[in-house]
C-alpha cells in the first residue's frame, strides 16, 4: 500500500545556512501559527543552550499540511560534532532537502550528511538558500553541488534532482534564480511530487524502529519513530526486540500514542503505516529497537553511527573547592547521569576510568563533549574533566589516527598566517581558492594537532575567518608536534586574590583572575608565555607602615583578565591539568594541588 497522503522529509545541510528559519516559515505559511499570534524567531531551537549559541543540537520533529497532504519534516543539526543525530534520524524519513548556502556553497558537513542519504537511496531537493545575500553565486554553487553528487558517486535519479532557489528569511522559493518567487508552495510542490509516499504493509504484523528518545518527569521514557508495517494502538500488548540481540525479547504495553502536529503532539488511539509517532510505557526502550506485533518479533536493522574520535576523564571534583557550588557532586551521581547521556545520544560512549570515580567519556569533537559538560553543569553537577585525547586505531597492523578535513575562509591578508600555523601542526593542503577579497583553504589535518587552534586562528585573523572541520578517515600516525607552547601560572596558596599581589604579578603573562578571586594552591590563575609554570603569590597582602597607606592601593593599575569560555578551557589545558567544573565557576588547575609534591613528579618524569 502507498500512503499519498503523507510525506517523510529531513532537511540537512552545514552549520548555518538557514535549515531552522526555512522550517519557521514553512510552519508560518501552512496557517500552524493563529493571526496575529507572536512567535520567537527558530522556533524548532527549543533548548536554552541552542537559542545561545544559535545551533541546533538536537534533531526535532513538526508536521504541516499541504494540499490534503501531511508533511513530516525533521529539523537536523548542522555542527559536525551532532553528525550522530542527523545519521539515526535519516531512517525515518523517504527523502532529504539538502540546503546549501547561496555563497558559501557546499561545505564540509553537506558532502557527510548527504554521503549518508544518498547510502540510503534517499531522493534528494537541492535548496539553493540565502539567495537574497549580496555575495550570492547561485550558478557556480549549483555546479558545485552537481561536482559533489558526481564524487560521491549519485544515482542517475539523484543526478537529476530538482534545484529551487529560496530565501528561508522572506519565506520564498521559486524554481528559477531569474524569477523572483513570492511564497513556498514551489517547495511544497516539489516534496509532493519529488518525495515518494511511503509505502508498505499495513496489514501486516507491527514493525516500528524506535529513532529518537525524549523524557518525561511523568510517563518517562519516550520513544519516537516511523511505522514500517502495520498498526500501532494504544493500549496495545508489544514486544520489544534489536538487530544486534535478536534474542532477547521483552513484551511491553503501549500506554500513550501521539503523533506529530504543527509544533504540538497530538494524542490518538491508533496510527498506520508511514506515521512518525511518539509513544510512551516500553521501559527500558533505547535507540535501534524495534517495536514488533507479539506473535511475529521481527527486528529492523539500525544504521550504524560513526565511532567518536575524541575523550576526555570526567571525574568527581577533589579540589579544596569542592561541594561548595554543585547539587549533585558524588560518583554514583555523576555516574548514573553519564550513562543516561547514552540513551538518548547514540554517538557517545561512556566507560569506567581508571579509578572508581572516573569515568572515560568518547564524542565526536570539542562541541560535542563541550555541549555534555555545559548542560551538566546547569543540572547541578560538579565535576573535574581532564584535556581531550583522539582515539587511535590500528588498522591493518599500523597504528592510525583521525584526520580531520578542514576548511577555512579568511581575508586574504591572513592566509599567510593561517597557512604558516596549520603546516607547522602537520596539516596538508589540498586545495587553495582565491575569491575576491577572500580566500577558501582546505586541508588535512590529524585530530589532535586542530586542538587548541581554533582560539588562535580568530586572533590570526582579527576574528574575521571561518574554520570548520569535519571527521575524514584514519591514517598513519604522522609524528609528535609541540602544540602548547605556553606555560600555567599557578597559585602557591589557598586565600583571596589582591590587586596589590596581582599588580606585582600581571607582568609574568596573562592573568585569569581578577581582584578578589577565591584561589587554592594549584589553582592555575594565569598563562605564562615562556612553556614553564611558575608559582605565584597572588594573596600578598601590603603591610601597612607609618609611611604608607593601604589606601595607596587606588592607584594601582590592573590588567583585565582573560576570563575563559568553556571551549577555550577545554583548548588550553595540558597533560597534567584539570577543568573544575561547577554550577557557577570554572577554574583551572594541576592534576597535583600541592607545589612541592607536584615538582618531584616533575622531576621523576624528567628522568
Not at 548556502?101 to 531537493?125: C, N, S, W, Y
Not at 560512549?349 to 565526536?364: E, K, L, P, W
Not at 580566500?439 to 581554533?454: F, K, N
Not at 588550553?572 to 554550577?583: G, H, N, R, S, V
Request: glycine share 8%; charged share 30%; aromatic share 6%.
Amino acid at each position: 500500500m502507498i500512503r499519498e497522503d503523507l510525506r517523510n522529509v529531513a532537511i540537512i545541510a552545514h552549520v548555518d545556512h538557514g535549515k531552522t528559519t526555512l522550517v519557521d516559515q514553512m510552519l508560518k505559511q501552512c496557517g500552524t501559527y493563529h493571526e496575529n499570534e507572536v512567535v520567537q524567531e527558530r522556533v524548532m531551537d527549543s533548548g536554552d543552550l541552542e537559542r545561545e549559541r544559535g545551533i541546533t543540537i538536537l534533531a526535532k520533529n513538526t508536521a504541516v499540511r499541504y494540499k490534503d497532504v501531511k508533511i513530516n519534516i525533521i529539523d537536523t543539526p548542522g555542527h559536525a560534532d551532532f553528525g550522530g543525530e542527523v545519521e539515526r534520524i535519516l531512517k525515518m524519513v523517504n527523502g532529504v532537502i539538502l540546503l546549501v548556502d547561496a555563497a558559501e556553497g557546499p561545505m564540509p558537513q553537506t558532502r557527510f550528511v548527504l554521503q549518508k542519504a544518498m547510502a540510503l537511496g534517499h531522493p534528494i531537493i537541492v535548496v539553493v538558500n540565502k539567495i537574497d545575500r549580496p555575495d550570492a553565486r547561485l550558478d557556480e554553487v549549483v555546479d558545485e553541488v552537481l561536482e559533489l553528487l558526481i564524487e560521491l558517486d549519485a544515482t542517475d535519479e539523484q543526478l537529476d534532482s530538482p534545484v529551487l532557489f529560496c530565501s528561508g528569511r522572506a519565506g520564498t522559493a521559486s524554481l528559477s534564480p531569474d524569477v523572483p518567487g513570492t511564497d513556498l508552495r514551489p517547495l511544497f510542490d516539489a516534496i509532493l511530487e519529488h518525495i515518494p509516499a511511503p509505502e508498505g504493509d499495513e496489514e501486516g504484523p507491527l514493525q516500528l524502529l524506535v529513532s529518537s528518545i525524549d523524557y518525561n518527569d511523568y510517563v518517562g521514557r519516550i520513544g519516537i519513530g516511523r511505522i514500517d508495517r502495520g498498526c500501532i494502538r494504544q493500549n496495545q500488548e508489544a514486544m520489544i526486540v534489536n538487530w544486534h540481540n535478536p534474542d532477547v525479547m521483552r513484551k511491553t504495553k503501549i500506554v500513550s500514542l501521539n503523533q506529530f502536529e504543527g509544533l504540538a503532539r497530538r494524542p490518538v488511539t491508533e496510527a498506520r503505516m508511514g506515521d512518525i509517532v511518539t509513544f510512551s510505557g516500553a521501559e527500558g526502550i533505547t535507540i535501534g529497537d524495534t517495536i514488533t506485533a507479539i506473535d511475529k518479533p521481527e527486528p529492523l536493522e539500525f544504521v550504524k553511527v560513526s565511532e567518536p574520535t575524541l575523550e576526555m576523564t570526567f571525574s568527581v571534583n577533589d579540589s579544596p573547592f569542592a561541594g561548595k557550588d554543585g547539587k549533585y557532586v558524588t560518583s554514583r551521581q555523576l555516574r548514573d547521569r553519564l550513562y543516561k547521556e547514552t540513551l538518548k545520544d547514540v554517538s557517545i560512549r561512556i566507560s569506567d576510568g581508571d579509578t572508581t570515580d572516573s569515568f572515560r567519556v568518547a564524542g565526536r569533537g570539542e562541541m560535542h563533549l563541550s555541549i555534555l559538560i555545559e548542560t551538566m553543569r546547569r543540572e547541578g553537577y560538579e565535576l573535574a574533566c581532564s584535556m581531550p585525547h583522539v582515539l587511535n586505531k590500528e588498522i591493518d597492523g599500523v597504528m592510525c589516527e583521525p584526520i580531520e578535513r578542514v576548511t577555512i575562509d579568511v581575508p586574504n591578508d591572513y592566509s599567510g598566517a593561517v597557512i604558516s600555523k596549520l603546516s607547522a601542526r602537520k596539516g596538508e593542503l589540498l586545495e587553495m581558492t582565491p575569491r575576491d577579497t577572500r580566500t577558501r583553504i582546505e586541508y588535512s589535518i590529524p585530530t589532535r594537532c586542530l586542538l587548541g587552534y581554533r582560539s588562535e586562528f580568530m586572533t590570526d585573523t582579527k576574528g574575521e575567518g571561518i574554520i570548520i572541520s569535519i571527521f575524514d578517515g584514519y591514517q598513519p600516525y604522522k609524528g609528535e608536534v609541540t602544540l602548547r607552547f605556553t606555560g600555567s601560572l599557578v597559585a602557591a596558596e589557598q586565600g583571596v586574590a589582591t590587586s596589590y599581589a596581582l599588580y606585582s604579578c600581571q607582568d609574568r603573562g596573562q592573568m585569569f583572575i581578577g581582584v578578589q578571586t577565591p584561589v587554592y594552591e594549584g589553582m592555575i590563575v594565569g598563562s605564562c608565555p615562556k612553556q614553564e609554570d611558575i608559582v605565584l603569590n597572588v594573596c600578598k597582602e601590603k603591610h601597612l607602615t607609618a609611611i604608607r597607606s593601604s589606601g595607596a592601593d587606588e592607584k594601582l593599575i590592573l590588567t583585565p583578565p582573560k576570563i575563559m569560555s568553556l571551549e577555550e578551557a577545554i583548548d588550553y589545558i595540558a597533560e597534567d591539568e584539570l577543568m573544575e567544573i561547577t554550577p557557577h565557576n570554572l577554574r583551572l588547575r594541576k592534576k597535583i594541588l600541592n607545589t612541592e609534591l607536584r615538582l618531584k613528579a616533575e622531576a621523576r618524569n624528567k628522568k
